[in-house]
T-cell receptor, first 111, second 114 residues
Framework: GQNIDQPTEMTATEGAIVQINCTYQ??????LFWYQQHAGEAPTFLSY????GLEEKGRFSSFLSRSKGYSYLLLKELQMKDSASYLC????????????FGSGTQLTVLP | GAGVSQTPSNKVTEKGKYVELRCDPI?????LYWYRQSLGQGPEFLIY????????DSGLPNDRFFAVRPEGSVSTLKIQRTERGDSAVYLC????????????FGPGTRLTVL
């Protein structure tokens, strides 16, 4: 199957750290992407993981465990502008280049 | 331009009408994708072009949906006999068509079928 699970909503405080989890079915896995989407705007690319481990990019980091079918996006030093939906997307070997997206996690950053 | 552009940004139509949605990919990107996004959901794959040909159209929901990319650049998504359930944001993305293939999305066309 294609099930990709993420929490629907999360709330955090400005300046804090938040971790957004994503689980997926491991069969035919060929890479995982995280996108950020502000309301009414296009999804924008944040990170890509294909091997196990942590990828760090400034305030954002993404982790992957292929054996567990698990990834997380870590956001540090939260800012108000980080309030957005965060989408986890998986690429499969069987489906050429299409991405299968989760429903997204709506993050609200409070002052 | 610098990014993927889509026109129109909003389209309101009546049930049963025909609509066309246009996508201009990033210059030099050989791969182009169409997705559909309903409120509160992630984008859902529709079709993927490599160059002029549709390499994967497995996501098109039925034969009312069709897409073309005649010169390997601009693409048009065509929907015949629109239904209220077609209402969604239609997103276009493009990529370089390489092994690590990050897709860059346009702002979308919000289609409302009355």
């Amino acid at each position: 199957g294609q099930n990709i699970d993420q929490p629907t909503e999360m709330t955090a405080t400005e300046g804090a750290i938040v971790q957004i989890n994503c689980t997926y079915q491991t069969s035919g896995f060929n890479g995982l992407f995280w996108y950020q989407q502000h309301a009414g705007e296009a999804p924008t690319f944040l990170s890509y993981n294909v091997l196990d481990g942590l990828e760090e990019k400034g305030r954002f980091s993404s982790f992957l465990s292929r054996s567990k079918g698990y990834s997380y996006l870590l956001l540090k030093e939260l800012q108000m502008k980080d309030s957005a939906s965060y989408l986890c997307a998986v690429k499969r070997l069987s489906s050429a280049r299409q991405l299968t997206f989760g429903s997204g996690t709506q993050l609200t950053v409070l002052p | 331009g610098a990014g993927v552009s889509q026109t129109p940004s909003n389209k309101v139509t009546e049930k049963g009408k025909y609509v066309e949605l246009r996508c201009d990919p990033i210059s030099g990107h050989t791969a182009l994708y169409w997705y559909r996004q309903s409120l509160g959901q992630g984008p859902e794959f529709l079709i993927y072009f490599q160059g002029t040909g549709a390499a994967d159209d497995s996501g098109l929901p039925n034969d009312r949906f069709f897409a073309v990319r005649p010169e390997g650049s601009v693409s048009t998504l065509k929907i015949q006999r629109t239904e209220r359930g077609d209402s969604a944001v239609y997103l276009c993305a493009s990529s370089k068509g390489q092994a690590v293939d990050t897709q860059y999305f346009g702002p979308g066309t919000r289609l409302t079928v009355l």
